[in-house]
Every structure is written in C-alpha cells, then in structure tokens.
C-alpha cells in the first residue's frame, strides 16, 4: 500500500500563485509514475501533470496548463510538487496526487483550489 500526503491547496485571487505538495510513504519501491489531476463540480476528472520514471525522467503537462503550471519532483525521493501561477478562475477544482506502481493506481484525498475572479 501506499498513503499520500497532499497540502497547499487554498483560497487565490486570479493572477495569483499556489504551490502543491505531495509524498509517498508506504510501499513506494516500485512507483513508475506520480502527477496530479483535478475535478471541478459536475466535470470528470482530468490529468494536469506528471512524471514518470526513466533513464531521463518524462515531464508531462496538459495543454490547458501549459506555460502556467509546473512539474517537479523526484520519484527517487517519493515527493511530487505542483506549482500553478497565472490562475484562472477556471482552475478552480479538487487537486487529487496520483501514484502508479506497477500493480496499482492511489490517490490523494484531495485538496481544494479555488481562484475568485
């Protein structure tokens, strides 16, 4: 089993910043993939980033994203991070961590972002 630690979801102006966190703890030997995904009321939920474990590691954002959210972290070290500049009222959502190993999906209980226009 694996368990999630997330925290620094909040309350953010739009234009403003925030910065998620996340780590592993558990059975994290074989954690190939960690990123983060987010569900807004009444919409499915979707993939913001990821990383996935490599001889050079692969940084993954969604296009929605791109160019205001960043990636970081080390698998090696069990630890992701997300920090979002620029939000938009439209990145208003649970932000939930998600790691995959290689038999199973976890994820996070969620952190609440909301950005006031």
């Known amino acids: 089993q694996v368990q999630l630690e997330e925290s620094g979801g909040g309350l953010v102006q739009a234009g403003g910043s925030l910065r998620l966190s996340c780590a592993a703890s558990g059975s994290t030997f074989d954690i190939n993939a960690m990123g983060w995904y987010r569900q807004a009321p009444g919409k499915q939920r979707e993939v913001v980033a990821s990383?996935?474990?490599?001889?050079?590691?692969?940084?993954a954002v969604a296009a929605a994203v791109k160019g205001r959210f960043t990636i970081s972290g080390d698998i090696a070290k069990n630890t992701v991070y997300l920090q979002m500049n620029s939000l938009k009222p439209e990145d208003t959502a649970t932000y939930y961590c998600n790691v995959q190993t290689n038999t199973a999906v976890y994820w996070g209980q969620g952190t609440q972002v909301t950005v006031s226009s």
């Open positions: 990383i996935h474990k490599g001889v050079i590691p692969i940084n």
